[in-house]
């Protein structure tokens, strides 16, 4: 007996048995990573090092330097995966945790920035932001401004200078430079090709309590005043972009609470000297602080008449 086609006895067996694998490999796959890690007595954090190394090496397999500045952005989709890969160990944890025990660890052999060994991009957006809020509430934030302005599901290429993944961890000293013209942050802002500044808030605005975010404001003010092409400074959380009207009523006006009674002379650096050259700074340009804390009011406005 022959048959012209599949009997729907084996067709029907055939369906079931791949289904079946698909189901178990999806519950082995865990299974096989925890073995993995350990047999070969790795803690989970150096077992994700691991294998994340090993799949920026496959990405990205001859990392090589690059001016600091406007060409060492990341994407969304590279920021999502770094957040993804390494999430059950980060937790609530803050770029701090990052920076010490993930960006170094990753970094170490070859020297290089994050953006540099992942496969560096030009930048769209400036991130403005505090190191200490939680990472995950940054990556959101992030994610939730791609989605805001880019094509639909284009929001993993939106590329972002973000300092931590663009300046290289191993030459801090040399990323800030001599002068504050040299600096990787004034350099990317002011490049010409830089849309706006995206800056990550949290309900307390953090990061406008701290010196060098108010010098990526003062820098962001400067340049939407003589390029028109220039977005401003735009205020983003985790649960959406407020000058699209996207995120959470009780956030934003949680952040307009906060913003009403905040003082930008009040910021502080980790260092002195960096306070003191930017208050200088702020005191020079027309308006002094008084101007300063006029323009995020403002900004903070804006927003909060998008979100009507």
């Given at each position: 007996?022959?048959?012209?086609?599949?009997?729907?006895?084996?067709?029907?067996?055939?369906?079931?048995?791949?289904?079946?694998?698909?189901?178990?490999?999806?519950?082995?796959?865990?299974?096989?990573r925890f073995s993995y890690w350990c047999?070969?007595?790795?803690?989970?954090?150096?077992?994700?090092?691991?294998?994340?190394?090993?799949?920026?090496?496959?990405?990205?397999?001859?990392?090589?330097?690059?001016?600091?500045?406007?060409?060492?952005?990341?994407?969304?989709?590279?920021?999502?995966?770094?957040?993804?890969?390494?999430?059950?160990?980060?937790?609530?944890?803050?770029?701090?945790?990052?920076?010490?025990?993930?960006?170094?660890?990753?970094?170490?052999?070859?020297?290089?920035?994050?953006?540099?060994?992942?496969?560096?991009?030009?930048?769209?957006?400036?991130?403005?932001?505090?190191?200490?809020?939680?990472?995950?509430?940054?990556?959101?934030?992030?994610?939730?401004?791609?989605?805001?302005i880019a094509a639909e599901g284009k929001?993993?290429?939106?590329?972002?200078?973000?300092?931590?993944?663009?300046?290289?961890?191993?030459?801090?000293?040399?990323?800030?430079?001599?002068?504050?013209?040299?600096?990787?942050?004034?350099?990317?802002?002011?490049?010409?090709?830089?849309?706006?500044?995206?800056?990550?808030?949290?309900?307390?605005?953090?990061?406008?309590?701290?010196?060098?975010?108010?010098?990526?404001?003062?820098?962001?003010?400067?340049?939407?005043?003589?390029?028109?092409?220039?977005?401003?400074?735009?205020?983003?959380?985790?649960?959406?972009?407020?000058?699209?009207?996207?995120?959470?009523?009780?956030?934003?006006?949680?952040?307009?609470?906060?913003?009403?009674?905040?003082?930008?002379?009040?910021?502080?650096?980790?260092?002195?000297?960096?306070?003191?050259?930017?208050?200088?700074?702020?005191?020079?340009?027309?308006?002094?602080?008084?101007?300063?804390?006029?323009?995020?009011?403002?900004n903070i406005a804006e927003a909060l008449?998008?979100?009507?």
């Amino acid at each position: 007996l022959v048959f012209s086609t599949v009997p729907p006895v084996i067709t029907s067996a055939w369906y079931s048995f791949v289904g079946l694998s698909v189901v178990a490999s999806m519950l082995l796959a865990p299974v096989v990573r925890f073995s993995y890690w350990c047999l070969h007595d790795l803690t989970l954090l150096e077992y994700h090092l691991k294998q994340h190394s090993q799949s920026l090496s496959r990405v990205n397999p001859a990392p090589v330097p690059c001016p600091k500045g406007p060409d060492r952005a990341v994407n969304a989709g590279q920021v999502w995966e770094l957040f993804s890969t390494f999430e059950d160990c980060i937790r609530e944890r803050s770029m701090y945790y990052i920076a010490t025990n993930i960006l170094k660890p990753l970094t170490k052999t070859q020297r290089l920035s994050y953006a540099e060994l992942a496969g560096p991009n030009h930048v769209q957006w400036f991130v403005s932001h505090f190191w200490g809020t939680p990472f995950r509430h940054f990556v959101l934030s992030i994610r939730r401004h791609g989605e805001s302005i880019a094509a639909e599901g284009k929001w993993r290429k939106m590329s972002y200078w973000i300092c931590s993944l663009s300046n290289n961890q191993w030459r801090v000293a040399e990323e800030v430079g001599e002068s504050w013209e040299q600096s990787s942050f004034y350099l990317a802002l002011n490049c010409g090709d830089c849309e706006g500044t995206a800056m990550v808030l949290d309900d307390q605005a953090l990061p406008l309590t701290r010196a060098w975010c108010l010098f990526e404001v003062l820098q962001t003010k400067s340049i939407q005043s003589r390029q028109p092409s220039f977005q401003g400074l735009w205020l983003c959380t985790s649960t959406g972009v407020l000058h699209k009207g996207k995120a959470g009523v009780d956030v934003a006006m949680r952040i307009a609470e906060r913003l009403s009674s905040l003082k930008l002379e009040n910021a502080t650096a980790s260092v002195q000297k960096d306070k003191d050259m930017i208050d200088n700074l702020v005191s020079k340009m027309p308006g002094g602080f008084d101007a300063m804390n006029a323009f995020v009011r403002s900004n903070i406005a804006e927003a909060l008449l998008n979100m009507q």
